[in-house]
């Protein structure tokens, strides 16, 4: 495979990767098993690169161990395609993410890098709750959505629905889409990113049978004719065709009179916008202008003779390149061992190598121009989010910071397996855990005890059976639920110290819920997860300087003890409003400067009046008639909230809410009680103040 990998690259990818106006960046987005796996096997097999019967069953970009034993996508991975759409070539980079809430962040870092996203829906269960949220992380991003409604032979085999049902359920789908977009697109935007046939930004079919039909199998059937009377009749024409091979068992015939990979890669070519017309709208949203004009002119413009700017979305160990990263080139050219400067640690290194990653497979190249997402190695202190500009670059700014729609919240303690490996693990899982947003490793200083947090049961679990096939072998210990304390206001501002001490004037602030820093703002530190910055209103203080790394670990230190339980604190914005830091000799300490920030910046965060607070989570649960009440009756028991109960498609949907800390096992347990028939999912609801006999609790 890895030879078929080079080859492709050396003789076909490598001719497009310096025609931005010809390369489409596309991240494969959906709800948990809805089918975007299955489907990415047919578009990859398409381009010779997998044998085209064992497609949509291979699931050739689940080629972690973990993922295939338990059939679920628990990463991002990328792929480059070519398409010949009207005689012309397109380079198509393909992202494929999980579904499960849990593994989010890599659905936003996946986004960042992409222009265009392919969102699938199952025809019969629709519009769930991750399609919402990965849909809105879409919009957020300013990335184009086309839609492939999936499993439409379900429509056909398990529901029993003729040709017009089969059509009413399509079109439900879309109309659901459509009102989503609604809520999350400005006016502009939604008239022109708005999802139908006519558009070419629909496409239906069966991943799994692989065949499928878009705006390409309509016109056919009416000699080129567009009105929507014409495209309608079609449409009916077609479901003809697919519904007589259904009923007469030949419904294999289809993936040869209806290939799904051609109207899906037309449509996503045709839907997703190239780098050159992306970057135009997108960096004016993520970048600031306050760098040097011909850097944001090369950004806008997708420039491959420009400076060259690369965004970090992924960082792997590995055992043979130490650190492998992979990012977007958004201007310039990547050149193999060119010195690149890290924006936010001043740090010049070289790459050891560049390339193209396919799937688990990566192929070097000397050079990857803008446009195209490439791997580099041999770069140290690189993290995600990291920008990397030229070395020859004096003034440039980074890529504003990653939103993530998780964060940690529930944490376990964690053991060696073999009690003489104690010494020998902390530093494995800290490095594992810094290369996942949604991960966090500390160490209790004062007992010694290893804690490590993640977006969920499975998010930890999943990461403790990477640490054992990467030789470090833990146990779990009983789930706790993070409990966190934020601000009920804006506190006051407050000074403290004096000489012949430092002196700061601090204000703690209550961080909106979509809160992002301006472009002028001065942020010494961000834990956008948490959305807990530190912002320097001076603009005095050298970001580079030894004091400003103290300033850093004293913000670090107050986030972690809370002052009403001593829990992390969220949602907290410290502005320095005053900073007077004397550090003249050799004998100035870290407490001598950073004791008068933490003294004021605690004590406006009092002023706040700070309350502890809890996670819940929203669900929504999908379940034939018979099993809604065990359905509700297991929420009860959780202490959860039933929100509504609506019927859908001959289906019940239950939405509601549930503390995280009911929520372990939940999976289980619903299986359980509907025999199996239950679906569900899940994203991140609201922190609530915990009451007295709850704060009490710990799981």
């Known amino acids: 495979m890895s030879r078929l990998y080079k080859k492709f690259v050396t003789e076909r990818v490598s001719k497009l990767v310096d025609s931005p106006e010809r390369i489409r960046l596309c991240t494969v987005i959906a709800h948990i098993d809805h089918g975007k796996t299955t489907l990415t096997d047919s578009l990859i097999a398409a381009s010779g690169l997998l044998s085209k019967d064992v497609a949509a069953r291979a699931r050739l970009m689940d080629y972690d161990l973990i993922e295939q034993e338990r059939g679920i996508t628990i990463k991002a991975s990328s792929i480059s395609l070519i398409h010949s759409m009207n005689e012309e070539e397109y380079l198509v980079h393909l992202i494929d993410t999980p579904g499960h809430i849990d593994f989010s962040s890599h659905v936003t870092r996946g986004l960042r890098l992409t222009d265009g996203a392919l969102v699938v829906v199952d025809a019969i269960e629709g519009i769930m709750v991750q399609t919402e949220t990965v849909t ?115 419904e294999r015939r289809l ?75 958004f201007s310039g050219t990547l050149n193999r061992a060119a010195p690149l400067r890290n924006l936010r640690t001043g740090r010049v290194s070289k790459t050891l190598q560049v390339g193209i990653t396919m799937s688990k497979i990566r192929v070097a190249l000397d050079t990857v121009p803008c446009g195209s997402l490439a791997f580099l190695t041999g770069l140290k202190d690189i993290a995600i989010g990291d920008t990397l500009v030229d070395a020859s670059v004096e003034r440039a700014a980074p890529m504003m910071g990653l939103q993530y729609p998780t964060e940690p919240v529930v944490t376990y303690t964690v053991e060696p397996r073999v009690l003489k490996d104690l010494s020998k693990i902390q530093q494995p899982i800290a490095e594992f855990a810094a290369c996942d947003p949604a991960l966090e490793f500390s160490v209790n200083p004062e007992t010694g005890e290893m804690l490590l947090s993640g977006a969920g049961e499975l998010h930890v679990e999943i990461a403790v059976e990477k640490l054992s096939h990467q030789g470090v072998d833990v146990v779990l210990g009983r789930p706790m639920v993070l409990l ?115 003294d004021a910046a605690r004590e406006s965060v009092i002023t706040g009046e700070p309350v502890l607070l809890e996670p819940w989570m929203h669900l929504e649960i999908t379940m034939p008639e018979e099993y809604v009440g065990e359905v509700t009756s297991v929420l009860a028991r959780r202490k959860g909230r039933v929100l509504s109960i609506e019927t859908e498609r001959g289906l019940y949907k239950v939405e509601a809410e549930i503390p995280v800390r009911e929520s372990f096992g939940l999976a289980n347990e619903l299986r359980t009680a509907t025999s199996g028939w239950a679906t569900w999912g899940a994203r991140p609801g609201e922190y609530r103040p915990v009451t007295h006999s709850e704060s009490q609790r710990r799981i």
């Open 136 to 250: 809105r992380q879409a919009a957020y991003e300013l990335v184009r959505p086309c839609l492939f409604v999936n499993k439409v032979d379900r429509l056909i085999t398990e529901r029993r629905l003729r040709r017009d049902k089969v059509a009413s359920e399509v079109q439900r789908v879309v109309r659901e889409f459509n009102a989503m977009l609604g809520k999350y697109l400005e006016a502009d935007l939604l008239d022109r990113w708005e999802i139908s046939f006519r558009r070419g930004s629909l496409t239906i079919g069966s991943a799994l049978d692989k065949w499928g039909i878009g705006i390409e199998t309509l016109l056919q059937r009416t000699d080129g004719r567009d009105s929507p009377r014409d495209l309608a009749e079609a449409f009916l024409s077609v479901l003809d065709d697919i519904l007589s091979a259904y009923y007469a068992g030949d």
């Open 255 to 329: 993936q040869d009179r209806f290939p799904i990979a051609p109207v899906v890669l037309n449509s996503l070519v045709r839907t997703t916008p190239s780098p050159v017309e992306a970057q135009s709208y997108r960096v004016p949203r993520f970048w600031s202008p306050e760098c040097d004009e011909s850097v944001y002119a090369a950004l806008r413009t997708c420039n491959p003779a420009g400076p060259c700017v690369v965004v970090v979305a992924d960082v792997r160990p590995d055992r043979h390149a130490g650190t492998v990263s992979t990012g977007r080139v």
């Open 484 to 598: 966190k304390e934020q601000m009920t206001h804006d506190g006051e501002a407050v000074t403290r110290g004096g000489p012949p001490a430092s002196e700061f004037t601090a204000r703690a602030i209550l961080t909106p819920e979509d809160y992002l820093p301006d472009a002028e703002d001065v942020v010494l530190a961000a834990q956008r997860h948490s959305l807990n910055y530190l912002i320097d209103r001076t603009r005095t203080v050298n970001p580079h300087s030894e004091e400003a790394q103290w300033i850093r670990e004293a913000f670090s230190a107050l986030i972690r003890n809370g002052p009403v339980a001593g829990e992390r604190m969220r949602r907290v914005t410290i502005e320095i409003l005053r900073a007077d830091i004397r550090a003249a000799g050799p004998e100035t300490s870290w407490r001598d400067v950073t004791q008068p920030l933490l």
